[in-house]
């Protein structure tokens, strides 16, 4: 037994309530267990019971053994004054008030379902990614879209924060914000560090100056990320490199201090072509923050960002290497994760910062729009027959695994509480 599942247990009453006692055999009435507190101070504040035929309102404090009290230093503490009733697993030492009188006590070991203590200990012991994998579904579908929306908005919430916090450090330049997260987005997992640091050494307003000149934009781009040094043979790299010298000198532009990677990545995703289709939104939409803020419609705007790179990386994945002609075309599964994880959340935060509640809904709504991902959790949860619809659900599970499943936070988990209470009482 620990606290917190204690805490658990009586916040949503998982024990038997028939004919309660307290330990000085008092009859016990539970009219409302509180609220409960999870700053300094007893655990359930505005609780109201009745010992005998007296009914009282005050606070609850919990405790495994009614020796903690002391334990915990509580008896000098002034914020414990008005504890109504001490609930505890084990009663080993009476507990009285400052005038010398007994402070009512429950005792709950006798009266928690034993199943529910079996389920709680197979979750917390099991060594699965997914604690309540042996109980799934759990949740009723109803229970389920209620609790991936929530997990959905408690995702999109918390990266809104660290969003904001950006934002704050960039003296609110929402479009510079804007740029440096969709450039990290570009360079994916394994080169979004170093197109970040790109984007940063490149201001929005230095790039708005070229906006009309794709390759102009092109040489900025790939020559910070440090893809335009050597000698080339090919006139496009010769070009480029031309440019960047030139735009360089001007500017007194330091190029980041390493190359981004190519290894063991598919050519359509190589920090090239990546940075080429990046160089290509930029020329198209110059304004990137004030498109997203502006656009009502998904489609419209996910049109905006299905870039195509120029023609010269139609046959090319390197500079120097011919390679068989294919569109070098952003594809939509790439689009999607763009607005998963830079567009939709930006949104988001800029409904936070500007108190106007119309942006979060549409970038919730944009997330019931987008297909599901699909990535090593989601399929996991798919194998233990938990459907994934849209970008919600997928995002909803990702949250959950990461910041609950893992951390074993059944307790505070919808589907944790259902497998606690179901049939245990």
Request: aromatic share 10%; net charge positive; glycine share 4%.
């Amino acid at each position: 037994m620990n606290e917190r599942l204690l805490q658990f247990i009586w916040q949503f009453q998982y024990f038997q309530k028939r004919s309660l006692l307290t330990t000085a055999g008092e009859s016990l009435q539970i009219d409302k267990p509180g609220t409960w507190n999870h700053h300094q101070g007893p655990d359930f504040s505005e609780a109201a019971i009745r010992i005998g035929n007296t009914r009282w309102v005050g606070n609850v404090e919990i405790h495994i053994r009614s020796s903690d009290w002391r334990k915990h230093k509580h008896t000098t503490d002034v914020n414990y004054g008005n504890i109504i009733l001490h609930v505890v697993w084990d009663d080993d030492l009476p507990l009285y008030d400052s005038v010398g009188n007994c402070v009512a006590t429950l005792v709950l070991q006798p009266l928690v379902p034993k199943l529910l203590l079996e389920r709680y200990r197979q979750m917390m012991e099991t060594m699965v990614m997914i604690p309540c994998h042996p109980f799934l579904p759990a949740l009723e579908q109803l229970g389920w879209f209620a609790w991936k929306e929530r997990l959905a908005a408690e995702r999109l919430e918390r990266r809104a924060k660290q969003i904001l916090t950006m934002v704050a450090s960039m003296s609110n330049h929402w479009e510079e914000v804007c740029w440096q997260m969709l450039a990290a987005n570009f360079g994916s997992k394994v080169n979004g560090p170093l197109f970040e640091m790109v984007a940063r050494s490149l201001p929005v307003q230095l790039l708005a100056r070229h906006k009309h000149q794709v390759q102009q934009l092109e040489a900025l781009l790939l020559g910070q990320a440090n893809l335009l040094a050597g000698e080339y043979e090919d006139d496009y790299a010769i070009l480029l490199q031309k440019e960047y010298r030139f735009l360089k000198k001007k500017y007194r532009l330091e190029n980041v201090p390493r190359s981004p990677a190519f290894l063991r990545m598919r050519p359509a995703s190589f920090p090239t072509i990546r940075l080429a289709q990046l160089a290509m939104l930029l020329h198209r939409l110059p304004h990137l923050f004030s498109t997203i803020k502006e656009t009502g419609d998904l489609r419209t705007l996910m049109d905006h960002f299905m870039v195509t790179a120029n023609d010269y990386w139609h046959y090319h994945y390197r500079f120097d290497e011919t390679a068989v002609y294919q569109h070098k075309h952003l594809g939509k599964q790439m689009a999607e994760n763009i607005f998963i994880n830079t567009v939709s959340p930006l949104l988001f935060a800029y409904g936070m910062y500007s108190k106007i509640a119309t942006y979060k809904e549409r970038a919730l709504h944009w997330m019931y729009e987008i297909t599901a991902e699909q990535n090593q959790i989601t399929r996991q949860w798919q194998r233990l027959g938990i459907t994934q619809h849209s970008a919600v659900d997928s995002q909803a599970l990702i949250e959950l695994t990461n910041h609950y499943c893992i951390h074993r936070r059944c307790l505070d988990c919808a589907v944790g509480n259902r497998i606690l209470k179901n049939d245990v009482l």
